[in-house]
C-alpha cells in the first residue's frame, strides 16, 4: 500500500515517517518524499490512528488526487531548487509537465487555486529560501549563489531577494539570518 504524505521536504522528514510507521507497527517498504510503501492495507480505524500520530509531527495523510498534485509539484520544485549543486537551466513549466505527466495549465491552475499563489512565486521563495541558506554558511560569494540558482545576475539575485525579504542579500548575511523559514511553510 502507498501512502501519500504532505509536508515531507527533507531527508529527516523521510526518516522521522519511517520511524513513526515502524513505531505503529507498519512492515515498511521504503519512504520517499511525500510517500511511504507499506506491506498490506490498513483499516480505516488503522488509517485513522496513523494520520493523527503523522499530524502531530506536522504530517498530513492525502486521501483527494488533487491534494497529491498540490504536493507533488511541491516535492519537484523543492527538488529542482535543493536536487543537484546547480538548479538546472530548464522552464519551470516543462519541467513540471514532464516531471509529473500532467498538462502545465492543469498543474497551474489548480496550484493557484489551491494555494493562493502561482506556482512561479512558489519557486522563486524557495529559491530564497536556498539563498537564505548559503547566505547564513556564508561560504560563498554572491556570484556563485547567483549562478548555483541560476539567475542571470547578482543584480537579478539582488532585486528579487529583496522584493521579497526587505532586506539586500549583504544586509541580510550581515543580519545572521534570522528570518528563515521551513520549506514546509515557504
Avoid: W
Wanted: charged share 30%; hydrophobic share 40%.
Amino acid at each position: 500500500m502507498v501512502l501519500r504524505i504532505k509536508n515531507m521536504v527533507c531527508d529527516r522528514c523521510v526518516m522521522v515517517v519511517r520511524t513513526e510507521l515502524e513505531r505503529f507497527g507498519c512492515r515498511v517498504v521504503s519512504v520517499r518524499l511525500g510517500e511511504a510503501e507499506i506491506v498490506g492495507e490498513l483499516s480505516s480505524e488503522r488509517k485513522a490512528g496513523l494520520a493523527a500520530r503523522l499530524e502531530a509531527l506536522g504530517f498530513e495523510l492525502l486521501e483527494d488526487r488533487r491534494e497529491r498534485l498540490i504536493e507533488a509539484v511541491k516535492r519537484a520544485v523543492i527538488e529542482l531548487v535543493r536536487g543537484s549543486e546547480v538548479v538546472p537551466d530548464v522552464r519551470l513549466s516543462d519541467y513540471l509537465q514532464e516531471r509529473l505527466r500532467v498538462d502545465y495549465r492543469q498543474i497551474s491552475a489548480l496550484f493557484s487555486e489551491t494555494e493562493g499563489r502561482t506556482v512561479e512565486k512558489y519557486f522563486i521563495a524557495q529559491k530564497i529560501e536556498r539563498v537564505k541558506e548559503l547566505l547564513v554558511y556564508d561560504e560563498l560569494p554572491l556570484a556563485e549563489i547567483a549562478f548555483r540558482l541560476g539567475y542571470s545576475s547578482v543584480a537579478h539575485l539582488s532585486a528579487q531577494f529583496k522584493q521579497v525579504t526587505g532586506l539586500t542579500p549583504s544586509r541580510y548575511r550581515q543580519s545572521g539570518g534570522g528570518r528563515r523559514q521551513t520549506l514546509d511553510k515557504v
